[in-house]
């Protein structure tokens, strides 16, 4: 296949620096199915064909993986945005052709725009200029932000989902699609500008600034091309004036009623019930887009593409056993965060530790050691319960049956068994001549799997004598006296 390809290829040259490539841990860019198929379209548009061939798919991924096809061989190319227009294309004979011509982004702004060039962050120059991480598995997510935003109507898309799964990441995917030229001919050369609406409230000492300010900016945003995204959209309620009155969200509803401005918003799901869904004239003019939490087999893409790039600008190798490793770690032990926020945090996290140890390749060693501080407690189940068992036949009055039960409630909840996750990891009702070891029984705890006894938090119940004093616990309500 590889001769019918292009006359004097050799596959065992490619072969063989690939080799060597895995072997450093520099697998190239991560494509999903349907990045795969869009850039071979582009491929085959370039060279005159409607319809895709083999040679279009061997072409792009040649160039994902930093590969040029050139003369009598495999020959790597420094990888970067330019790689797929370096790369030539195959004609219908197996000869190499011109090059692939690249999408050129240019803005199609037809007036000036000082107002959002004083408050924005132009995400589509981010793109243009390489300053953006590859996104993974967020087509569909994607792809109904690109519908929404085709609408004539209600062209608002508002991306709801937990804290940490990638609302941002999504919109940057789009920023570079638009880049790339991968969007439908309305959205061709957009500006994607993200809008902090706390910076739009400082300096508007005078009454009327914001509103004069507001106005002069949606003016602006107005006008075709432009595509506004609001990160933390509740903040714009209340924020400059009365809630439903004067408030940057009252100033904005009227530009999003009447469909002349184009607005990507994301918050998480509960600041949407708190703050959005209470304000039923704001909800309306927004298309809820929900982002769900990526995968452990997605996040593991995600931190091999990201390797790469901690490879390059860090010059520190993360071996191969490092990234299921963490991302192992994060599903087990961080249930109250979302992938792939946790994943990368550990990550770099990780790869932070080995440079400041003085190391360039970061190992399973590294992950662990910092897992441990993260937690408080080692993340191997065995060698911790195994030592819990011994410390408490040693230093409690619990009988052996009594330490067998409560280990092996543990181990459940250490080994990620359990069916409810968010209930408690243990609850344990000591009875008899054992009620005197309770202090014992907790500290062994404390100090066996967390580290310290400085963990365990006593609490006497006996001062609990009236409805009221729950509040020792939960904190008093707004206007409570006594």
């Known amino acids: 296949m590889a001769e019918a390809l292009a006359k004097g290829f050799i ?99 037809s007036q000036r725009t000082p107002l959002l060039e004083q408050f924005k962050r132009d995400v589509t120059r981010q793109a243009a200029e390489g300053r953006l991480s590859q996104i993974i598995g967020r087509d569909t997510e994607v792809q109904l932000m690109t519908e929404t935003l085709c609408r004539r109507t209600k062209r608002n898309p508002l991306l709801v989902g937990p804290a940490g799964v990638g609302k941002t990441a999504v919109v940057e995917g789009l920023a570079q699609r638009i880049v790339r030229g991968g969007v439908p001919d309305a959205l061709l050369g957009a500006r994607l500008i993200a809008l902090q609406p706390s910076t739009l409230i400082v300096g508007g000492h005078m009454v009327g600034d914001l509103e004069k300010r507001m106005q002069a900016l949606l003016h602006e945003a107005s006008q075709d091309g432009v595509i506004l995204f609001i990160d933390e959209v509740h903040t714009l309620i209340g924020a400059g004036g009365m809630p439903s009155l004067n408030d940057l969200a009252s100033l904005l509803k009227p530009a999003l009623a009447r469909g002349e401005i184009a607005c990507i918003a994301a918050t998480t799901d509960d600041e949407y019930r708190r703050f959005i869904e209470p304000d039923a004239a704001l909800e309306r003019r927004f298309q809820p887009i929900r982002v769900q939490e990526l995968t452990a087999s997605q996040t593991l893409a995600v931190l091999a593409s990201l390797r790469n790039e901690l490879m390059q600008s860090h010059h520190v190798q993360v071996g191969d056993g490092v990234l299921p490793w963490l991302v192992d770690f994060a599903q087990h032990y961080l249930r109250n965060r979302h992938f792939p926020d946790k994943g990368i945090d550990l990550l770099e996290q990780t790869v932070a530790y080995s440079l400041t140890q003085g190391k360039q390749v970061v190992e399973v060693a590294d992950a662990r050691a910092v897992a441990e501080r993260l937690i408080g407690m080692p993340p191997e189940a065995s060698a911790g319960l195994n030592s819990l068992r011994q410390q408490l036949t040693a230093r409690t009055r619990l009988d052996d049956q009594s330490v067998d039960r409560l280990v092996g409630r543990l181990e459940v909840t250490a080994r990620g068994l359990d069916l409810r996750p968010t209930r408690p990891n243990a609850i344990v009702l000591l009875a008899g001549d054992a009620v005197h070891a309770a202090a014992d029984v907790a500290t062994v705890v404390a100090e066996t799997l967390f580290g310290s006894a400085e963990r365990v938090l006593p609490l006497d119940f006996s001062r609990f004598v009236h409805p009221a004093d729950v509040t020792m616990l939960i904190g008093a309500p707004p206007g409570y006296v006594g």
Request: proline share 7%; net charge negative; hydrophobic share 40%.
């Open 11 to 109: 596959a065992s040259a490619l072969e063989k620096y690939l080799a060597d490539q895995l072997l450093t841990g520099r697998t190239g860019e991560v494509l999903s199915q349907e990045m795969v198929v869009e850039r071979a379209a582009q491929q085959a548009v370039a060279r005159g064909k409607s319809r895709i061939a083999e040679r279009d798919l061997a072409v792009t991924i040649l160039a994902a993986a930093d590969y040029m096809l050139v003369g009598d061989g495999a020959l790597p190319v420094a990888p970067g945005p330019d790689t797929m227009s370096a790369l030539p294309s195959i004609g219908s004979e197996g000869e190499l052709s011109s090059p692939v011509p690249q999408f050129k982004y240019e803005p199609r702004l």
